[in-house]
């Protein structure tokens, strides 16, 4: 597995996501409703990737057809329709959904209440012929797309229901953090893991910083 597609990746989070990726050497697809959009954006980041990897742009089908992992980087308004769209070309992949399904007003960020299931346990749901993993959730864009080697400081959380899947995800963590991903659970953890980043971005405003989620107390082998 060297090809990873980004759906939503010219977002924030997803093109710091496929910066991260690209710079691990995998190579990258965006993928946007704008084919057009999509080849800028990946334009962009191969630009600042100077190893093996690649970046290009194509529509979010064609970029889901591609690869045999897949990332759901979009937001939630519009989720299950677009994820609806893509079932046909998601069809035996590995699914990975870091949707943060949040709502603003003018006490801040909080998380949506979807009645006991979550982004991805939906996306699991619209795809069953596909393995959907959580995971990303807590990354900060705007740390993904900065200069740092790593972000050693920081744990990917990972939830779902196939072990396989989990395992490749988990893996594919390390190139952000420099260590394997944590195994969170199963899939129904998303629930949780979606509306806590809620509570950093109010972390971030409140102190002013790019708070992330580090697990402590695990045997240093799991690192």
């Not at 529509?59 to 889901?64: M, Q």
């Not at 609806?84 to 998380?111: H, M, R, W």
């Not at 594919?172 to 991903?181: Q, R």
């Amino acid at each position: 597995m060297r090809t990873v597609a980004i759906i939503g990746g010219t977002g924030p989070q997803g093109k710091g996501l496929g910066y991260r990726f690209a710079k691990a050497g995998y190579d990258v697809i965006l993928g946007s409703r704008s084919e057009e959009r999509a080849m800028e954006a990946a334009v962009e980041l191969q630009a600042r990737v100077t190893s093996a990897g690649s970046v290009s742009g194509a529509s979010n089908a064609t970029a889901a057809q591609a690869a045999d992992l897949v990332l759901l980087a979009v937001p939630y308004v519009g989720h299950d329709n677009l994820v609806t769209e893509l079932a046909p070309e998601l069809v035996g992949k590995i699914v990975v959904s870091c949707v943060n399904p949040l709502g603003f007003d003018k006490q801040g960020p909080y998380g949506l209440d979807l009645g006991g299931t979550s982004a991805a346990e939906t996306a699991q749901m619209l795809l069953p012929e596909a393995r959907v993993v959580g995971a990303f959730h807590h990354l900060s864009a705007v740390t993904l797309i900065g200069e740092a080697d790593t972000l050693d400081h920081e744990d990917v959380l990972v939830c779902g229901d196939n072990a396989d899947a989990k395992a490749a995800v988990i893996d594919l963590a390390a190139t952000i953090t420099g260590k394997p991903g944590i195994d969170a659970g199963a899939l129904r953890l998303a629930r949780q893991l979606e509306p806590l980043t809620a509570v950093l971005i109010s972390v971030n405003k409140r102190y002013k910083v790019r708070s992330g989620i580090a697990v402590v107390g695990l045997s240093p082998d799991v690192h």
